[in-house]
């Protein structure tokens, strides 16, 4: 089992070039399988609202869900850098309230750090958690809890004028103190820009190949969500017909009285089936 990388570490690996393979978790197993594979980063993301709750977006989600589901990831990943994503207005009513809830994911979930949305109108929270003693991730670009008033899960960035406020958003949050950025749906050209620019490593979910290390929903990734699939995932493996093809014929072997066979059942000790007959007629 390797050892945490920690965020030095990632400075290191973006001065190297090395890419940071980066993806979602939001349960024990799944943090267990990418510890095994060797993941550098695991973000408990609000997109669980989704993926596991069946909920329209990510709105619904409070802070009490993260914590519950970042606990279970940290036990199933202990050797993992493990992030916490702040859900809505969790952080945006004010400044305590920001702090309060990115300590809980450190003080109870045991998170190494935490990631929240937004550029220019979010810096006096991200500096507050910065000042707190907390290491923080932005997001910028398409940020889904916001959504609506992007007029929904669209691209970002793809003019000039809206390219340039993403930069300005990249620009806020470093100064801010974050000391990482995650840009989502954003062209590579303004992703490759952004990393260019700043000093702090530059993570992409759909904003192309120049960033320090990619994200993606893991969920889309094993081809475990079946709602909708965005244009910048790529399925690796398709969990949801070998799930459903496994329990299509357990059904069928039920109804067949093939399962369960002699080897599916606990047998008596030698001699004891006759003597427990005898028993039941006595």
Do not use: W
Not at 208 to 220: E, N, R, W
């Amino acid at each position: 089992m390797g050892k945490k990388k920690m965020i030095h570490e990632f400075y290191e690996m973006r001065k190297s070039g090395e890419k940071i393979t980066f993806l979602t978790a939001y349960d024990y197993p799944t943090a267990q399988f990418a510890e095994a594979a060797g993941m550098d980063m695991l973000l408990v993301g609000d997109s669980l609202g989704m993926c596991v709750y069946g909920y329209s977006g990510t709105i619904p989600v409070v802070m009490d869900q993260m914590i519950f589901h970042s606990e279970a990831v940290r036990r199933g990943a202990p050797n993992t850098f493990v992030i916490g994503d702040m859900p809505f207005m969790a952080y945006q009513s004010s400044i305590e309230k920001a702090v309060e809830n990115a300590g809980r994911f450190l003080k109870e979930a045991g998170c190494d750090a935490i990631k929240l949305e937004g550029g220019v109108r979010i810096v006096d929270q991200i500096r507050a958690i910065v000042d707190a003693g907390i290491v923080v991730m932005g997001h910028i670009g398409l940020t889904p809890q916001s959504s609506g008033q992007l007029g929904g899960h669209k691209a970002q960035g793809r003019t000039a004028e809206t390219a340039k406020l993403v930069y300005e958003d990249a620009l806020a949050v470093r100064d801010a103190g974050a000391q990482m950025l995650l840009v989502e749906a954003v062209p590579p050209e303004v992703c490759g820009f952004i990393t260019k620019k700043l000093d702090i490593p530059v993570l992409s979910i759909g904003a192309g190949p120049d960033a320090d290390g990619q994200l993606l929903i893991v969920s889309d990734m094993i081809g475990q969500f079946q709602a909708f699939t965005p244009k910048f995932v790529k399925k690796y493996c398709n969990v949801a017909d070998t799930i459903t093809q496994a329990m299509k014929t357990y059904c069928e072997e039920i109804r067949a009285g093939k399962f369960p066979s002699d080897d599916h059942c606990y047998g008596m000790i030698k001699g004891e089936a006759d003597k427990f007959f005898k028993l039941m007629k006595e």
